[in-house]
Structure formats: C-alpha cells, structure tokens
C-alpha cells in the first residue's frame, strides 16, 4: 500500500472503524471538545466529522435556511488533507479536522461572500478574512458560509436577499441576529461551530434566542480585516458554539495582534482554556438592574433571577450596581461611510430596511460623529473603572426570548423605529468589553432565553470561568431543539410578492 505506512493503516481502520459504529446523527451532536479528543485519540476522522455535518446540513438546511454557501467539496478535500496529517501524528491543535462555519460577511478567497445582499450576489473576494487564515492554520474544516440580516444591520436574520433564517427551536421564530445563521446551524448540529460578528449584539443575541453560547471579545483582541464592516468602532468577531470550553478553544486560536487591522490592539497571548479554570468562588458579582432588567418577559424574568441565585452561591455573591450611560454616540456615518459609492450606483438591490439605514446614516454631520467619536474613547479609556467594586456583571441577554418571523419582516418593513429600551447587547460593544451569553432557561412555549456576563477589558479567561462554572451547575445547555427529518416548515404570511 504505497504512500502509508502499516502503522498508519491500523490507525486509519481504527477510526473508520469507531465512527462506522457511531450514526452521523451521534458524531453532529459532539461539542467541539469532544469531537476535538476523539480526533486526538484516533477514534474519528476529520472526514467522518465532515460528512456527519454535511448529511445534517442536507436534511435540515431547506428548513432553517442557515446557510448560504456550502462548500462541501472544499471541505471534504480539507478534511483528506487534515486527516492524513492526523495519521501522520500532527495535529495542529485542538481544531484540527473540525468543521466551522463563517457568517457570510466574512472573506473567503475564492467563495462567495455575499453579507446577504444581492448587491454582492456575485461577490468573490480574492483573499481571506485574517481570521479565516487562522482557522486554516489550527486546522478547522471551514464547512460553509452563514446567513445573515443583510450586511449585519439588524438583529432578526428576517432581512436577507437569500430568505430568513428560521429558529430551530420554532420554526416560525427568528433566530435573532445578525448571525442568525451562525446560530441556528451550532443549534441544529450542522456545524460543530462558527463565526459571526458582533456590533450591537449580532452574536449574543442569535446565541440566547437559539440556545448556544456566544462570546463577543474584547474589542480589537480578534482581528476584524476581511470583514465587511458595519462600524468599525463597534465591529468585534467571536464564536458560537455549543459550550464555554469550546468558546475558549476557538478564541484562543482567533485572538491575535494584526498591524494591518486599524481595530487591533496588542495583547499578551493566552489560553482560554487554561484561564477559564481558575476558581470562581472569589469573584463578586454585579447586577446592573437598571436599565437592563426593565420590561422583561415574565418568564426571563424567572430564568435570570433563578440563574443569579445559582452563581451567588459559588462566588462571594451578588448586589446591585449601575454601568455608565452611554449618551450621543452616533457612528452611524461608519456604515454609509463603506456604502456610500455601492449605494450610489445600486441602492434598488438593497433590502428596503438596509436601504432606510444606511439613508439615515448619510445624514449624520462629520462633527456630530467626530464628538462621539472622542466621547467613545474616553469611555473605553475608564470603563475598568466602573468594576472597581464588582468583578463581572450578570444580566439578561436579551429581555425577551423570540418572536416570530413574520411579526420582523412586518416591523422592518414598516417605518416604525425598535427601541432601543428594550436591548441589552449594544452597550457592552461601546464600553468594548468582552460578553457572552449562555443558555440558562426557557420559557413557556420552549424557546431558549440567556444570560449574560461581562467584566473588564481583556477579562475573557474570568468572564469564561464563571460562565463555564454555571454551564457545570445546570442543564441547559444539553437540550436540543426538537427538529425532526419530518418537521414541517410554516409559511410566512408575508412573501416576496408582497414585499414588491
């Protein structure tokens, strides 16, 4: 047998013949970590993972609607290549032979990349996102590209060229957004994880309502070149994963200084994994009530305070505490500022929701920017500050669980505002601290709802630690929504006919 040794054989048998055993249904459903130690131990292949993700995209993607671009043939081929390495004894680390899926705004040489619009329906960029090389680099399979609220400026997924993604929990929810693809595939097992990006809370949102855990980082400590902006100022790019240790083994390949990415900031390396098992029972927690606790579902309300109650038991506990107000920071003219020559020669292939942003975003002053431009530094130069008395804040990530597509599409098309009262997320992007978001109940139809936790600037290995402490407290993050081969898609009331 040219080309392997007989020791590789054995091996390769081995594993072909440990996840022949295993259905496909079983080897999608593994965290990340546990897919990642079945490789290390030789039990699984990266092509066998890949396949087990391809068969579950192709039974439940004409559902969810999660992905745009499946890159299966890449992907099978990346896996080959991965699992001889495997045979050989390299791996490159804890994401070797692992299928991750990009939201699709983030570049990919050579595929699509369309940030949901048709105004990039033919888009190939021809290099990759710094974020991508590094995935390549620890050796992720890279599966697919995401769906999305159309170039990430809205938190639905109800508004894309390509369809609205589709809660797997509920099928006639929105998953939230705006990478609500990203989400809903880590949900339905389709991925083992995935990219998306952050700017008012377009990964934590998508996290809480699908039932997944999202990090958003410290701002600048993941490099943002290769993404299709939305603001700069506020644009972070982080994991969606199914658990806290996966989030930490996916930052930790993705956090790294780029000279060439105006958003970078130098840190000092580390590993997430190791930092999130430090003790908890020191920490003191904050609970930011107002406004963040305002108006909540009735039954977030119960989830949160009970998961409260849970984390001021392991640590030294929990007392109310107020966060700075953000006030007349208005970078909206970031956005229009990327679109501007694109909306000039094509404003009619943007969605019309995309359209009326972006329109207000071009009326904004350059000294009404430049004033919140300064007001924004100087509140990330003394947000640390504000945890002088507490360590982490707790809180709702979202302040209502889902509601159904329909109801978005309806509102987004309509010129009614949203209000601002009602989000949670936003804030934590202006301070440019680091947040995530982990599943810690349900409501009463079984719709997922998160909790949020934040601290300090670079305090990722703490705010892991204690999300992580509560995931080995509870449940919740080992329920799977109820998608079945044979679960019929709702219609949506409203269609395209009727959109004009």
């Known amino acids: 047998m040219p080309g392997i040794t007989r020791r590789g054989f054995t091996l390769s048998l081995a594993g072909a013949l440990a996840a022949r055993s295993q259905s496909s249904e079983d080897l999608a459903a593994l965290s990340l970590a546990e897919a990642a130690a079945r490789i290390r131990a030789r039990t699984v292949t990266p092509t066998a993972l890949t396949q087990a993700c391809l068969a579950r995209i192709d039974t439940y993607n004409p559902k969810l609607n999660c992905f745009i671009t499946v890159t299966r043939d890449e992907a099978l081929a990346q896996a080959r290549e991965l699992e001889a390495e495997q045979r050989g004894g390299k791996l490159r680390g804890p994401l070797h032979g692992i299928p991750i899926a990009l939201k699709d705004n983030i570049d990919t040489a050579g595929i699509r990349t369309t940030a949901a619009s048709a105004v990039f329906d033919d888009r190939v960029p021809d290099a990759d996102a710094e974020v991508v090389l590094k995935l390549k680099a620890a050796g992720a399979v890279l599966i697919g590209k995401t769906n999305l609220h159309e170039f990430a400026m809205g938190g639905t997924s109800a508004t894309s060229y390509f369809g609205p993604v589709r809660n797997p929990w509920a099928l006639d929810r929105n998953p939230g957004g705006s990478s609500g693809g990203s989400a809903a595939a880590v949900a339905a097992d389709l991925c083992y994880g995935a990219l998306g990006t952050d700017t008012g809370g377009s990964i934590r949102t998508p996290a809480s309502f699908c039932g997944v855990v999202g990090l958003k980082p410290t701002y600048g400590l993941v490099s943002i070149r290769g993404i299709i902006p939305l603001s700069v100022s506020l644009d972070h790019c982080g994991p969606l994963v199914r658990t806290v240790e996966d989030a930490a083994l996916v930052l930790t390949a993705l956090a790294g200084y780029d000279k060439l990415d105006i958003a970078s900031v ?137 509601r159904k597509i329909d109801a978005a599409i309806k509102r987004e098309e309509s010129d009614k505002p949203r209000n601002p009262e009602l989000e949670n997320t936003g804030q934590f992007n202006v301070y440019g601290i680091p947040a995530i978001s982990v599943p810690c109940g349900f409501d009463s139809v079984g719709l997922p709802v998160g909790l949020m936790i934040a601290g300090p600037r670079f305090s990722e290995g703490c705010v892991l630690a204690l999300a992580a402490a509560y995931e080995r407290a509870t449940s919740w993050h080992t329920r799977k929504p109820p998608l079945q081969p044979g679960t019929p898609v709702p219609p949506l009331a409203i269609t395209d006919e009727d959109k004009g």
């Open 266 to 402: 130098e840190h000092a390396r580390e590993d997430y994994s190791a930092t999130m098992k430090q003790p908890v029972s020191g920490f003191r927690l904050g609970i930011p009530r107002a406004p963040f606790f305002d108006l909540l579902d009735a039954d977030v309300a119960k989830a949160v305070e009970e998961a409260i109650g849970v984390l001021a038991k392991m640590t030294k506990g929990a007392r109310d505490v107020s966060l700075p107000a953000i006030r007349d920071i208005n970078l909206g003219g970031e956005s229009f500022a990327y679109h501007e020559e694109l909306y000039a020669h094509a404003s009619g292939r943007y969605q019309i929701p995309t359209r009326r942003a972006l329109q207000n975003g071009g009326n904004l002053k350059a000294a009404d920017y430049i004033r919140g431009r300064w007001k924004l530094e100087l509140l990330r130069r003394t947000i640390d500050d504000a945890f002088a008395d507490f360590d982490l804040v707790v809180l709702p990530t979202r302040r209502r669980t889902p």
